[in-house]
């Protein structure tokens, strides 16, 4: 590992840090941001049965809230759905904010990554050049290992850097839209959630009928 490392000079050690760090947040997202953890549709359809056969107590609702984010939303929704609709969409937004906020951790840092880690590898492009300048300055052209050293250092540390830089910015790409998927889903769940508690549906389909007959 050193005899890679060491071609590029001191910047190669902070590169490789931001590496581990990229990889460690992909790892871990590709780990948490999963539908079938987030959102799962058993569970949303298994509420959907409770309220239809009037199921739903206390201990059924301390049942949604701990067996996933959406389920932490919705239940929400429904401990406050006797205080109006705006009420019940108030305290599902808020809930909403808070897990959206957890499904997009880290996900600034793996940004900030595929920021630092091209400036990196320019820092290490410059220290390089400087290197050779140096060089020339002191001994002239003559000696063209050392110039080769430097200009070797300038180039492993400018791939380097955008070797880290590219994946994490399209892995942080990715997540955001993922996010944001899962999101849109489990904002139609509450939606839903809402009109069918609040009767939405049920006077929609009165006034409906009314008109036709």
Known sequence: ????????????????????????????RFWTLRVSRL??????????????????????????????????ILAAGLVNAKHGRDIMKESIQEEASHVVHEMERF???????????PLLGLLGTV?????VFSQ??????????????GISEALITTAAG????????????YFLRRVDEIVVDMEQ?????????????????KVESEASA
């Open 127 to 131: 220290l390089g050049m400087i290197k």
């Open 189 to 205: 769940d509450a939606l839903r959630l809402v009109e069918v508690v609040q009767g939405d549906r049920e006077a929609s389909n």
């Open 162 to 173: 955008l070797t880290v830089a590219i994946p994490a910015l399209i892995f942080h790409r």
């Open 107 to 117: 996900l600034t840092t793996l940004g900030s990554v595929a920021v630092i880690a």
């Open 1 to 28: 590992m050193l005899d890679l490392l060491k071609p590029g000079g001191i910047v190669m050690f902070p590169l490789l840090l931001c590496s581990v760090l990229a990889l460690a947040i992909i790892i871990e």
């Open 136 to 149: 020339l300055q002191l001994e002239g052209a003559g000696n063209a290992a050392a110039l080769a050293g």
């Open 39 to 72: 959102a799962p549709k058993d569970l949303v359809n298994e509420l959907w049965g409770w309220i239809k056969r009037k199921e739903l107590n206390s201990k059924k609702l301390r049942e949604l809230k701990e067996s996933a984010p959406i389920g932490r």
